[in-house]
T-cell receptor, first 113, second 110 residues
């Protein structure tokens, strides 16, 4: 079983739709959870950063972490064509000097106008 | 602030050649990382550094070397380039919290 599983998609939605992106993981030691957005031929850009379980909201984006199920989600409300990108989940078991990120393979999202 | 800057953006290398990918950050971050990203494979950690003078191997270090003589710079050296090293390389840095990435170097070995 891979440490982090992420459905690669592709996912295609109409503008204005609610998008749900998900990752599952097997390492129960993971405590720090991130979502990155990566436009074509660009570097990953941090969207959301959460510690432990719970929800975090930032504008149209909501990140959820369910450690009991080893499942994290990113919701995008009122999706826009500018949200079209690859979304990568990432997680780590430590915030200190041993910090190393484990990434999902990314989900390619297209929002159609 | 420029953040994390990588040079060059693109490079074509012949098998057996060597090159250095440059990475510099202006955020005074102690932690720096090199990743490679292959299609459909996500990001894999090559090397990382927790401060000037300290480096360690990541998941896929073979064929690469790094040095960290200053806080700002973390170059990645490829010796004897091989086709398997064709990839997009990303440098990242952090202090606390999440990592910040550069824009990448797209390397092709032919």
């Amino acid at each position: 079983q891979k440490e982090v599983e992420q459905d690669p998609g592709p996912l295609s939605v109409p503008e204005g739709a609610i998008v749900s992106l998900n990752c599952t993981y097997s390492n129960s030691a993971f405590q720090y959870f991130m979502w990155y957005r990566q436009y074509s031929r660009k570097g990953p850009e941090l969207l959301m950063y959460t510690y432990s379980s719970g929800n975090k909201e930032d504008g149209r984006f909501t990140a959820q972490v369910d450690k009991s199920s080893k499942y994290i989600s990113l919701f995008i409300r009122d999706s826009q064509p500018s949200d079209s990108a690859t979304y990568l989940c990432a997680m780590s078991d430590s915030g200190g000097s041993n910090y190393k990120l484990t990434f999902g393979k990314g989900t390619l999202l297209t929002v159609n106008p | 602030n420029a953040g994390v800057t990588q040079t060059p953006k693109f490079r074509i290398l012949k098998i057996g050649q060597s090159m250095t990918l440059q990475c510099t950050q202006d955020m005074n971050h102690n932690y720096m990382y090199w990743y490679r990203q292959d299609p459909g494979m996500g990001l894999k950690l090559i090397y990382y550094s927790v401060g000037a003078g300290i480096t360690d191997k990541g998941e896929v270090p073979n064929g690469y070397n790094v040095s960290r003589s200053t806080t700002e710079d973390f170059p990645l050296r490829l010796e004897l380039a091989a086709p398997s090293q064709t990839s997009v390389y990303f440098c990242a840095s952090r202090e606390t919290g999440a990592s910040f990435f550069g824009q990448g170097t797209r390397l092709t070995v032919v």
